[in-house]
């Protein structure tokens, strides 16, 4: 059975607040849990009015606090924007909280507008310019510590945090397969070099202390709802939101509506069923369909779902119909 995780934002609905936000995220993963899903990923974004997940060790901390076995992790925390040791230092307290329950994903990206990323990181270029080196060293920091080591992370030396590189583009696929580190691909916003770059990281994949053979995880936006028309419907907060992104109004995360007609042009309405064409929308039987394609299609070994719904009891209701697709799918 291919393991079912949850990726959360901690979104922040229209006339919502942050504290609801958050509650609504250790809800979400204790409903996981007790569904059977492997992991729930909280994701770094920085100035974003519909998201609160933007400390994200600190959200973590408060997921695992409510939660007693899924692991818990950042998919994830975006490198270039701290320093090695910080971050090291936060797993390690994380590890040392909840032992053999956090994970941690990185990336390369800002997870904000380029305003934002000069506030947070001050010199762009060379940050990212770094992200391999800066990867290496928090590794480093997370294992174990020698006796010439003249830095050396408290908490956090001897944690060895599993470390997943993410990505959307062929960049992190060569780097996860040199470094021999299991990859997550983010193909439920950015479909378009999916199949290159899993190709890439498993013909450039060596085996490493961290992994034997490579691991690929793989990402979709998901509603499940009793009937395909609601599934549609609670779907359209999502589609509202990228159609805002695109437009640089980015703001609380949407009601649905009956009828998107009246929110996108026709490029608009294009471009986002581009960005979302792995998405898994629909009833119980469309949504095992739309599974079985995307993971004969990826051959991943584990698929994580990002559940963008308004309601959240709907949304709660769509983790339970996701994992019976995946028993049935199963047995």
């Known amino acids: 059975m291919v393991p079912f995780s949850i990726l959360d934002l901690s979104p922040i609905i229209e006339g919502g607040t942050v504290a609801q936000s958050l509650e609504n995220s250790r809800r979400l993963a204790q409903e996981a849990e007790a569904h059977g899903y492997k992991r729930f990923w909280l994701a770094e974004h920085h100035g974003m009015r519909g998201i609160a997940s933007a400390a994200t060790s600190l959200v973590i901390q408060h997921v695992a606090a409510g939660t007693e076995r899924i692991r818990v992790g950042s998919g994830g925390i975006m490198l270039p924007n701290h320093s090695p040791l ?24 800002p997870g904000t507008d380029m305003r934002t990323a000069q506030a947070l990181r001050r010199n762009l270029d060379s940050a990212a310019n770094n992200f391999p080196q800066d990867v290496v060293e928090l590794m480093q920091l997370m294992g174990t510590a020698s006796p010439e080591q003249k830095v050396v992370a408290i908490p956090g030396a001897g944690s060895n945090v599993p470390v997943w590189l993410l990505g959307s583009s062929h960049y992190s696929a060569h780097l996860a397969g040199m470094l021999g580190l299991p990859f997550a691909f983010a193909s439920h916003f950015a479909p378009d070099m999916l199949l290159t770059a899993l190709e890439i990281y498993r013909d450039r994949f060596e085996p490493s202390q961290y992994l034997d053979k490579p691991h690929v995880m793989v990402g979709v936006m998901g509603a499940a709802a009793d009937t395909d028309a609601e599934a549609d419907y609670l779907f359209t907060s999502m589609q509202q939101s990228f159609v805002r992104l695109r437009r640089g ?5 949407p009601a649905p509506v009956d009828d998107m007609d009246p929110h996108w042009s026709e490029n608009e309405r294009i471009n986002v069923e581009h960005t979302l064409q792995y998405a898994v929308v629909g009833g119980p039987e469309k949504i095992r369909r739309r599974i079985t394609d995307f993971l004969a299609l990826t051959r991943a070994d584990e698929l994580i779902v990002s559940m963008p719904v308004y309601d959240m009891e709907a949304r709660l209701k769509s983790v339970r119909l996701f994992a019976e697709a995946r028993d049935a799918l199963a047995a």
């Open 86 to 109: 910080v971050i090291a230092e936060q797993f390690g307290t994380l590890a040392a909280l909840f032992p053999d329950r956090i994970d941690l994903g990185l990336g390369r990206a």
């Open 249 to 253: 109004t980015p703001g609380a995360f």
